[in-house]
């Protein structure tokens, strides 16, 4: 699978982005989504994801009511919309996929992502 992240931008606080995610090379449907961010300095971090049947989506503390995940599987593209940005959303935001025999590993867990994007910046002025 290669994933292919865009969207990314410099914005103010308050402002709204969307991210998206378009995925080729196998069947899209059959694996799980998940975004993840880092920041200069610091670890990466789980913002969230969702399964493969769209049933089921996963978030961060830290964006939790601010950022909304979605797939749709027809274009084999997620999305990550992003409101009420802070400055400490700033980081590069990676797009990740999973097999499905990863299923019952954690969402949040990055080293059960099999395939990466390049990532897209997302820059949160004050």
């Known amino acids: 699978v290669q994933l292919q992240a865009s969207g990314g931008g410099l914005v103010q606080a308050g402002d709204s982005l969307r991210l998206s995610c378009a995925a080729s090379g196998r069947t899209f449907s059959n694996y799980d989504m998940g975004w993840f961010r880092q920041a200069p300095g610091k670890e990466r971090e789980f913002v969230a994801a969702v399964t493969w049947s769209a049933g089921t989506t996963y978030y961060g503390d830290s964006v939790k009511g601010r950022f909304t995940m979605s797939r749709d599987n027809a274009k084999n593209t997620v999305y990550l919309e992003m409101t009420s940005l802070k400055p400490e959303d700033t980081a590069v935001y990676h797009c990740?996929?999973?097999?499905?025999?990863?299923?019952?590993?954690?969402?949040?867990?990055?080293?059960?992502?099999?395939?990466w994007g390049q990532g897209t910046q997302v820059t949160v002025s004050s």
């Open positions: 990740a996929a999973r097999a499905l025999l990863k299923r019952y590993q954690k969402v949040t867990a990055a080293g059960s992502y099999d395939y």
